[in-house]
């Protein structure tokens, strides 16, 4: 006869009590931290693995409820990405399966890629703020990027006349860009006229990529840029559902901040 299975005697108020105390002492705990990366996609996951497992305190700011970004799903909703040589490296390293498609060019299955870096970033000592969207910066001497302003992504949802929400705002030694096209965090630089983007220019898969990793740069300090908010940064033209430089930009992303915070 099968043994019946018989959990623990715990209540509502304990598992509630369990999420609220947990919750409350990493976010108070990473109200100061090593490295803040603003985007949870495929390269602020990279950079994020890679600085965690240098020992470094990260935290990952990302506005939905998933992380992954364009990964998960590919392009056009069919699940599978492309990276290019040498790419796939990092998928090997990954452990992800992949298959050679022509040379040059492999395909994985995007839910299992994006799982098994989404694995490597937490097992590496990443920590993750979800449904935390960027609103500002903060500055210290000379325009030094030394923080973020973050608030609930539902608050913006909300209609203005119950808004009155404010933020909260989190110190940091480096802010990574990690949002992609938009390229939030550098564009909060621009309005306030600490820098200067063309925008990203028109699909052009060769030279995108490596150009992609070549501009991974701080753009301002306190302030790097990684996957294709490079592009927007520097009028770099976009890639497309390719996504080697998105890793490999993430990797040089993490090396040179491991550098700057030496």
């Known amino acids: 006869m099968e043994k019946k299975v018989v959990f623990s005697k715990v209540s509502e108020k304990d598992v509630t009590r369990a999420i609220v105390s947990e919750f409350t002492q990493q976010f108070s705990e990473y109200v100061e931290s090593d490295v803040i990366i603003v985007g949870g996609g495929p390269s602020g996951l990279m950079a994020g693995r890679e600085l965690a497992g240098k020992g470094l305190k990260v935290l990952i700011i990302e506005r939905n409820n998933y992380l992954g970004g364009g990964f998960w799903i590919g ?3 069919m699940n599978k990405v492309t990276v290019r040589a ?16 022509m040379e040059g060019l492999y395909v994985a ?12 970033a937490c097992d590496a000592g990443i920590k993750i703020a ?12 000379e325009n030094r990027v030394a923080g973020v302003v973050v608030n609930w992504t539902p608050v913006g949802a909300l209609p203005r006349e119950i808004t009155c929400v404010d933020p909260v705002a989190l110190e940091t ?21 600490l820098i200067k983007t063309a925008g990203y220019g028109a699909m052009w898969v060769e030279q995108s990529e490596d150009l992609v990793v070549e501009h991974t740069s701080e753009a301002h300090p306190g302030l790097i840029v990684i996957g ?3 592009s927007t940064t520097f009028a770099l033209p976009r890639m497309g559902p390719t996504f080697g430089a998105m890793l490999l930009s ?3 992303g993490a090396e040179i901040a491991l550098e700057k915070l030496k």
């Not at 040498?86 to 498609?101: D, G, M, N, R, V």
Request: glycine share 8%; aromatic share 6%.
């Open 86 to 101: 040498p790419a796939q490296e990092i998928l090997s390293e990954l452990q992800i399966p992949y298959k050679e498609f």
């Open 173 to 193: 030694k480096i802010v990574i860009d990690s949002t992609g096209h938009d390229a939030c965090v550098v564009r909060k630089l621009e309005e306030r006229g």
């Open 228 to 230: 294709m908010a490079v």
């Open 250 to 252: 993430g990797k040089r």
């Open 75 to 77: 392009g056009y909703l």
């Open 109 to 120: 299955d995007g839910p299992h890629a994006c799982s098994k870096l989404i694995a490597a």
């Open 130 to 141: 979800n449904m935390t969207i960027f609103e500002d910066l903060v500055l210290r001497e």
